[in-house]
C-alpha cells in the first residue's frame, strides 16, 4: 500500500507556488500566462537565457543525429569543448561531468592521487572556507563542513577542515605540509554573494605555491562569463591548478567539467575516473556553442558594462530602502542584496511584482539574470524591486 500522505516528490526543497510552462530569454510565462522576469537564471544556469536560438539549434540538430554513445568512443563535440576550455583558459585539460558536485568529486579525487604518487599520502588534507558551497555529495558537504549541509549525515568523509572566511593570518597558520590543497569560490554564491578581494586570491596564490598545496577554484557559480570575464578570478590575474565550472557551461543542459594543469591532471590515468553521460554528445554540442558564444571578448564586455549599470541601480535602491537593503555585493551580472528585513521577505515581494530573485545565506537575496539579459529589463527589474522593497517599508 502507498502512503498517500506522503508527497510523491521527496519533499527536500521549499518550492514558491509557481509552474512556467515556456521561457524567453529573460522571461518565464506561467501556466496560467503571467509573465515573470527572471532574475534567477535558473541559479546561473541559463546564462544565455530561455529558448536561446543558437542553443536550440544546438540541441535540435545534435538530437537529431546521435544522443549518447558513452565514452567508450571519441565525442567530438566534447573534444571541441575542452579544446575551446583549454584555449580559453588555464588549463590543459578537462574532465566532463553532468554537475558541479561531480565535478568536484573529481578535484578530490584529483587532490588525493596527486599526493599519493608524489610519495607524500600524508599529504591529504584540504582546507575550505566558512559558507563554502560545492555541492550535496558526502565529499562536498565534508569539504564545505557547515552544520546546514552536515547535520545527521555523518559520518563525513574525513580530510578537509574549515577557515574563516577572508582570514589570511588563519589560512597561513593552517598551511603545514600535511595540507594537500585549498578550496575555494572566488565569489561565493550560496554563501551570499560574498567576494573574495584580489589581494586574498592572489595570497592564496602564493601560499600555495610556497608549500606546493594545489589550489582549487569553485567557479560553478561564479564562472562561465557571470562577472564579466570568462571566469572570476581572472580579475586577481591569478590561476588554480584545479578548477570546477558547471551550472552556466551547459546553459540549461546539464553539464559540468573538471578543469586541471596537466601538473595536477599528471596521475589520472586511463581507467582512475570515469562517468557513464558525462560529455555526452547533447551536452557537449550545447556547451560549446555556449562556450563559442561566451567567451567572445564583445559579450564579456557588455556583461561588465551591463554589471556596473545594474551596480548602480542597485546602489540607488538601497539608498532608497535602507530599512529593506543594508548592502549591495557583487561583480558583473552576479549580485547580491543584503537584507534588513528576512531575504526570503522581499523575495516574495519581488514575485508579487512578478520578478524571480534567489535567497542565499547570510541573509541575501541574488540576482543572477540571463548574461544576454538588455539595458532595458535590467531597469524593469530595478523599478520592481522598488515596488517590492516599498511595500517592506514602513511608510
Ligand atoms: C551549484 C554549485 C555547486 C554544485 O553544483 P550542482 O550542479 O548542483 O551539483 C558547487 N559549487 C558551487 C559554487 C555551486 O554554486
Redesign the pocket.
Known sequence: MNDASFPSILPTYARAPLSFERGEGAWLIERDGRRFLDMTSG???NALGHAHPALVDALSEQAAKLWHTSNLFNIPAQEALAAALVEHTFADTAFFT???????ELAVKMVRKFWHDAGAPQRQTILAFEG??????MA?ISAAGSAKLTTGFGPLLPGFRQLPFGDHDALTAALDDTIAAVIV?PI???GGIRVLPDVCLKGLREACDRTGALLIF?????GMGRTGRLFAHEWAGVTPDIM?V??GIGGGF?L?ATLATAHAAAPMTAGTHGSTYGGNPLACAVGARVMEIVSAPAFLAEVARKGSTLWQHLEGLAATHPQVIEEVRGEGLMAGLKCVVPNTDLVAAARDQNLLAVPAADNVIRLLPPLTITEEELSEAIYRLDRAASTLSPA
Open positions: 541559479i546561473g544556469v553532468n554537475s558541479g558536485t561531480e565535478a568536484l563554502a558551497f560545492h555541492g550535496r555529495s562536498a569560490e561565493q554564491g550560496e569553485d567557479e560553478v557559480q561564479c570546477m558547471a551550472k546539464p559540468g
